[in-house]
Each structure stands twice: as C-alpha cells, then as structure tokens.
C-alpha cells in the first residue's frame, strides 16, 4: 500500500526525499518486510544505516512470545528446506498468517493475546530431530533466533563469537571470518569438539538479515576450507539481497561443489544512497541538543542465583542436538517469579551475544506471571542515532562501558527504546552472561547504574557459569595426591553405585553385553601378608624402578625439545607420570605440567581429554605416559584413537607412548624392556591416588564430559599412593649417574635397537591359541596386567616362568588365595602371564579343558 505523502513523519519524508528506503520484493515472502523492519540511522562510517526488527527483540522491547514465533516459523522453513512435505508447506503458511495479524496489532485484550502467542508457539514445536545438521547463529543479533532454530530442527548449535576464550577457559578456534559491516567486524567459532561441526552434512547459518550475503559468503568459504559440506541453509528473517549478490552465491555453491540454499520470513529490496552519511549527519544535528527528560534513578539489587541452579553452558561452545534452553529458563524463571512484583511492566534486558536463555526466561516470566507486561530486548554494542521522534524506530537509549571480554576490547555498549515517554518500565531485570561478577554490573559507569537513570527498578541477576569444558580434577578434592603432581581430566562419581561382583561383570564382558568400563570391580582390600609382600618388592626394586623412570624421562625431555607435557593414562600411568615430573624437577629443574586421561579398550582415548589438550597445548608437546605395556592392545587404542581425532578434530597427536617397562616391545620409548615388578602394580587405587579404574557408562558420562572415576576416600587409612612415589623418588640421586651414562650410551645406538617389533602381540597369539582360548583379550601377559587379572577378573591360569620366583610372589600369593592353577613355563616370553576364565557360551569349556590338557 502507498502511503500518502501527508501522512509521513519527518523522518520518513527525510529518508524518501533521499531515496532511502526498504520495500516489497517481487520475489514471494512469507510476510511483508515493511511489517518486520524499520530504517535507522547509525553511527558506523562502514555503514550508516541499521535495519531495526520488530521482531527479533534486540533493540525494540518485544513481547518474547513474538520473537519466539517467529524463529520457530523459520526454523520450520528450514526443516522444509531439509525434507519437502506438504503438510509442512500448509503449517507454515498457517503460522504466518496468524503471526502477521499479531504484528498487525489488531485491538485485542492482552490476556487473549498472550494465549494467541503461546497457541502459535505451541503449534511450531516439531518433535522428530533432523539428523546430520549443525547450525549456527551469528553474533551479536542472532545468536538466539540461532538457538530457535536449532531447537527447532533439534540440531547441535554454536553461535560465533566475539569473546576472548583464554587462559583456563580457552578453547581452540575451528574457523574465522569477516563481517565487514560490522562494527566489530571479526568472528571466530569455538566449538569444544571440531567433530560436531566437521562431520556433519548439513549446516545452517542463521541471521536477522541478509544485505548482501557478504558475511555469508565469508563464512560457508571458511566452513568448506576446514572441512567440506554437501549442503548449506542459510536462514534469515529478511533478505534484501539485489539478483547480483543471489547469483554470488549460486556461484559460490557451484565453486564448492555443494548446495546452498536461502530462506526467509520476507523477501524485500532496500534503497542506499551514496550519500547518505553525509545527509544522515546533517539531519541528525537537528536533533543532537535537546534535552533528555531524567526521572530519578531507580532502586538497584541483586538476586544471586550462582548457588541455586544449575552452570550454564554459553552456545559460543557449542551445545548437543537436544540440549535446549528451556529447563534451565524454567529454573530461573521460577526463582525470579517469587521477587518479581505481580503486576505492572517489566523488562528482561538481556546483553550482547547472550540472548537465547534470557529469552526463554522471559517466555516463561509471561507465563508465570499472567498479571505482568512483560517485554524482552538486549544491550548491544552498536551505536545508533537516537531521535525522539514518533514512528523513528529507536527513539532513546542508555550507554554504559563494557563489562566483558573481546577481540576488540572494551568499549561502551547501548540498550534502546525503554527511556522515552510512554515506554519506560516499572522494573527491568538484567541477565547478564553467566559467570559475570557484581562490580562488573554494577559499579560506576556499568549497565544497572545507567539502566536505573530511566527510572525503574533495576534487578541484576547473577548466574552461574558453566566451563567450556569440564573441571579437571586435583587433590584434595579429588585423588589423594597433590593438586602440584597431577590434574585429573576425569569426571567424579564417587556419589555412583558402580561396583559389581567379579562374576556378573566377567558374565556381561565376555558376552559382548556390556563393555568392562561400564562397572567398577569391587576394590580389593590387601590382606596384611600380601601388604608385607608389597613392602619388600617396593624396598626390592625401588632403584630399579628409580632407573627406568630416569631413562624414559630422558627420552621424553630429548622428543619433545625439552617441554613435554605429560599425559598419562588412567590409573597406571599416574604414578609413572608423576614419576617422571620429579625427575625433571629434581634433576634439570623443568617443571612439567601432568594430566590423567582415561583410555577404554574399545572406546578409546577420552575426546572430550584430547579437545582439552589440544585447546591448552601444541598437540606435538604432549606426550603419553603408561606403567608398562602387556601385549600392546591398549599402545594399539592410543593409535587409532589419536589418527581419528586427527580426522574429525583436525589437531594431530603423536601415538607415542612412553612406557617405565616395555615387555611387549610395543614402545620406542620405555625405560627398560624386562618384564619385572613395578610395585605400584601390587595394589588397586590405594596406591594410584586412592582414585578407581575409569569409567564410560552413557547413564553417567554425558556429552562434554570427561570420562568417569571414583575417589576412595574411605580408603585413606590404606593409602600408600605418595609413600610409593616418594620411596622411587628418594633413588633419583643414586641412580642419576647411571641414567645420564646410559642415556648417553643409547643416543649413539642404532635405532633398530629400540624399535617396535610388537613380539609381545605375537607371543600373547600363540598362547591364546596353544591353551584353546582363541580369544587374545583373555590372555594378560606381564607381572602388572597378570595382577591385575588376579585383582579384577575372573583368573584361569597363571602361566609362570620357571626362572623367575622373585618378581611373582604375590602373584603366587594371589592366586593360592583365589585357588588359581599355576602353570610353569620354560621358555614363557614374560615372567608371567594371566588366564581369564573362559565362560560357558563364549567358547566350549570342554574343548579348552581337553586342548590345555594337551598342551
């Protein structure tokens, strides 16, 4: 419809007199754009002008069930965009119609046009996920119209980011691009897991507008050089692309060999002037003078809910398909609920990029609180010009500095429209990105002493931050070592129910029903004869053990130029790994930093560990530690587990694995190669930080986290775990000299000496087979891996070797205790290897009984 010239407000006969204006496309929408956008004017020399939503909440105070709405019905589009069917074509054409007639603003009571909102909410819901889509939402105006339409689709999503993620909270970046536009043009992705975004088919962008693609084209062509996609959606309220920008993009999919296709609500095209800087500054000095009305300053508090929900995930992280706001929103809500007044007009001001749960909070606010006018909008960090004008789109603001960090600094930022007559507010509640601190907030020149000056009460709600990723573990809280000798990239489930007798857990592993690290064995409690044993192996071979650890560390300074970052392997590397940080502490004064991650046969090496590393550490640092190896399954895990991590995160570790004794011959980097009694492989946890074997059981291992433990501490009064390090430690200085001897000897031998040869494996094959077991997994070669059957498992045999008497006696004490055969071999490869039970289905136990007895 054409307006009539008599009818225009001063600004917009201005912008008409210009040629500035946004108009109907030919191109069908599903609504018309000049009912979801308005043109402003702004202080941006790249860009003068701002498209100002009606209904994205961001610089306009807008009912949150409108904003709601409205990314649904787009997420919606986009699922058809994914899966064409008819009645998805019906149901979007339904919802945009009545969304239109609520922007319309057709007299109706406010209570009847709650319930129409919340119906049309309600109507968009659609249950059934969209597999293999990641999308993401683009900061700062979009990140929750993103969330919306991943929750939509029930996709994985990220937004990018302008936040600086270092020190402890660092994350590494999966992509950069440009928004020249902007008035912070730079945006990265920080997704704590590159698989989530690199191994997924289809990807969604979702913005509030399209100008000119531009951003979009700098995004899909950063996307596609870190890892190709067959599709991309890109989503956006409003397109306003000329048919030369259009093309851009088809050109851009046939360069990419992949598709990418566009929706939106409304389809327009936008009229710039060159100029129109120049005249924007000439009109807006009109105006730059008048006075601001300045009603006294509001009451501020705080409501601190830090400790009464639960951490907060921010999306710049990236969230599973699935993990909606609305739990958390309900949370909030309900706590607020209780301080909030029950009538009048209250704003949920969100801020910058952390829009989606305030949103949601606000959603739920409206429904809580039947008697309020509730309305939601963010703070932004783009200046644009005010004018107090009827029908100019942003007609007041308030300034305040930054109370965050990000790639470009700190600076002020804004909120609009809530400081003229007719739309201040009785209370505005600010939600603030979790994990921000009070003074930040509200402190001189910060955003609730400028909220205050328009006169409402200012309520400042603190919540808590959840980590991008989990928090590592350390002493005291968790294992009894000092927080200084390890960090556990373990999860804690101490409050877990894990243990299973020896029998039902044999039962569920040798049927393929359950893997072993789902349970717990039930943890064994020495006998005061078998803690005698352990004290005389330890007094036995303490230097020996002492050597070793001075070898390897070695090797590990000289691979890895002298900064390695250990990382040992759940649990029996700890005390090797802490081992060999003494030794660099003690004998060259290198304070190396120490992780434990959990490796599952099976499984693998934890992802959500490696994710850590790789964001904290050059990947070539890291170096991984172990006890010793048996027949090399769990050196053959750490392979595969690292190259697939190269594949789907991009960050590539080495698979070395530097050993205190190498047996197998699976390691080029070990501190000896014999098969003898590391004491620490006597005892279970009590001599391992008093922490349990890992665990990976989907019940209690989420996404994000690391794998799981239990921390032992009724066992305290046991616990020998320092004592240990502490006996080997006190035998650096004796064996130093021979170490550095040794060391230097081995750098001028032939590399053949110490490669691989994986004769263990080999070895481990024949006696699987000699002994009809025909299964590798049940046979557990070496004095450490022969304990642990004994200790864990459901033992057969003992295979000794005939000469070896001392390294064996608690192995021999163990097995008389369980009523074990022992079996004694001349030319056994190891000093001793452990027999599980084969169990009745898994293979015919008359058959093994007949083929051992022949053998």
């Known amino acids: 419809m054409t307006v009539a010239k008599s009818t225009l407000t001063e600004h917009e006969a201005s912008f008409a007199e210009w040629g500035f204006a946004v108009s109907p496309s030919s191109r069908p929408g599903l ?31 807008t009912e949150p069930g409108i904003a709601v709405a409205a990314g649904l019905l787009l997420g919606l589009q986009v699922r058809h965009a994914l899966s064409p069917l008819s009645d998805t074509d019906s149901r979007i054409a339904d919802a945009a119609s009545r969304l239109e007639d609520l922007l319309a603003g057709n007299p109706i009571a406010e209570a009847d046009r709650a319930v129409a909102i919340a119906d049309l909410c309600r109507d968009l819901h659609v249950q059934p996920a969209c597999p293999d889509v990641a999308t993401i939402g683009y900061a700062e105006t979009a990140t929750g119209l993103g969330q919306l339409v991943a929750d939509s689709l029930g996709s994985y999503y990220i937004h990018s980011t302008r936040h600086v993620a270092a020190g402890t909270d660092a994350v590494r970046p999966y992509a950069a691009f440009e928004e020249s536009h902007s008035h912070a043009t730079s945006h990265q992705l920080l ?90 500054a000439s009109f807006v000095s009109r105006f730059a003078n008048e006075p601001v009305p300045a009603p006294k300053c509001g009451h501020v508090s705080v ?20 993990a909606t706001v609305c739990s958390a929103a309900d949370r909030v809500a309900e706590k607020m609920a ?76 804004y909120a609009y429209n809530f400081n003229h007559a007719g739309q201040r507010f009785d209370r505005v509640v600010i939600l603030a990105e979790p994990g921000t601190q009070t003074a930040a907030l509200t402190g001189p020149g910060c955003i609730a002493e400028a909220v205050s000056t328009t006169g409402a009460s200012v309520q400042v709600v603190l919540l808590p931050a959840e980590r991008p990723f989990p928090e590592f573990g350390q002493g005291p809280s968790f294992g009894s070592y000092a927080a200084s000798e390890v960090r556990w990239l373990i999860k804690d489930l101490s409050f877990a129910e894990l243990e299973a007798p020896t029998a039902v857990r044999e039962a569920a592993i040798q049927s393929g029903r359950a893997n072993y690290a789902e349970s717990l064995p039930q943890e064994y409690v020495p006998s005061s004869e078998y803690e005698e044993l352990y004290k005389a192996a330890l007094s036995r071979s303490a230097s020996r053990v002492a050597f070793a650890v001075g070898r390897v560390t070695e090797q590990v300074l ?30 060259h004064g290198v304070d190396l930093p120490h992780y434990t991650a959990s490796i599952v046969r099976g499984i693998g090496l934890d992802q959500t560990a490696l994710s850590y590393l790789a964001s904290h550490y050059a990947p070539e640092q890291i170096m991984f530690v172990d006890g010793w190896t048996g027949k090399g399954a769990i050196a053959r895990e750490l392979e595969a587990a690292v190259a697939d991590f190269a594949r789907t995160d991009g960050a590539q570790f080495s698979p070395e694995l530097a050993v205190l004794a190498d047996p197998g ?122 304990t642990r059957v004994l200790l864990r498992r459901v033992p057969w045999k003992i295979l000794v070797r005939s000469t070896s008497r001392e390294d064996v006696q608690h192995v021999l004490l163990l097995a008389r205790l369980r009523d074990v055969e022992v079996v004694y071999v001349d030319d056994l490869p190891y000093t001793c290897v452990g027999l599980i039970h084969p169990l009745p289905g898994t293979r015919s136990m008359p058959e093994i009984e007949q083929k051992s007895a022949v053998s």
Not at 244 to 265: G, H, M, P, W
Not at 685 to 697: E, K, M
């Open 338 to 413: 209780t301080v909030v007044p029950a009538t009048g007009r209250l704003l949920i001001l969100a801020t910058e990029e952390f829009m989606a749960l305030p949103l949601a909070i606000a959603s739920a606010l409206q429904q809580r609180l039947p008697g309020v006018s509730v309305r939601y909008s963010t703070s932004t960090r783009s200046p644009i010009t005010v004018i107090d004008r009827e029908g100019y789109p942003v007609r007041s603001a308030v300034t305040f500095n930054s109370h965050d960090a990000t790639t470009d600094g700190p600076g002020r930022r």
């Open 558 to 587: 000289a691979v890895r130029a002298g900064a390695p970052v250990l990382v040992s392997l759940a649990r029996a590397g700890t005390p090797a790994g802490i081992l060999m940080k003494r030794w660099a502490t003690q004998v």
């Open 191 to 280: 997704p704590t897991r590159h698989s989530a975004l690199s191994g997924t088919g289809t990807i969604v962008l979702v913005d509030d507008e399209l100008s000119t693609g531009a951003t979009v084209v700098n995004t899909i062509t950063a996307l596609h050089a870190t890892a190709p996609h067959r599709q991309y959606i890109v989503a956006s309220l409003i397109d306003l692309r000329p048919a030369e920008d259009r093309n851009r993009l088809d050109e851009l999919a046939f360069k990419l060999d992949c598709r990418i296709t566009v929706v939106s609500l409304a389809n327009g095209d936008i009229a710039v002037p060159g100029d129109l800087p120049a005249k924007a």
């Open 303 to 322: 409501l601190d809910l830090t400790r009464s929900v639960e951490p907060i995930r921010s999306a710049r992280f990236g969230n599973s398909a699935g």
């Open 665 to 786: 011959h699976c390691s080029e980097i070990f501190g000896t190669r014999d098969d003898f009694l590391i004491p620490s492989a006597c005892l279970n946890s009590t001599v391992s930080g008093l922490v349990s074997r890992t665990v990976f059981n989907r019940d209690l291992i989420f996404p994000n986290d690391f794998h799981g433990a239990k921390y032992y501490r009724e066992l305290a009064p046991r616990d020998v775990s320092e004592a240990f390090v502490n006996a080997v430690s006190e035998r650096f200085a004796d064996v130093q000299d021979n170490v550095i001897t040794s060391t230097e000897a081995n750098t001028a031998e032939a590399v053949g000496n110490r490669a691989s040869d994986w004769s263990g494996w080999a070895a481990v094959e024949r006696i699987s087979k000699d002994f009809g077991i025909n299964n590798t997994n049940l046979v557990k070669p070496g004095v450490g891996e022969t």
């Open 31 to 61: 609504l018309p754009v000049t009912a979801l956008v308005d043109l402003a004017l702004r202080r941006n020399p790249k860009r003068a002008h701002l498209l100002v939503s009606r209904i994205l909440a961001k610089h306009v105070p």
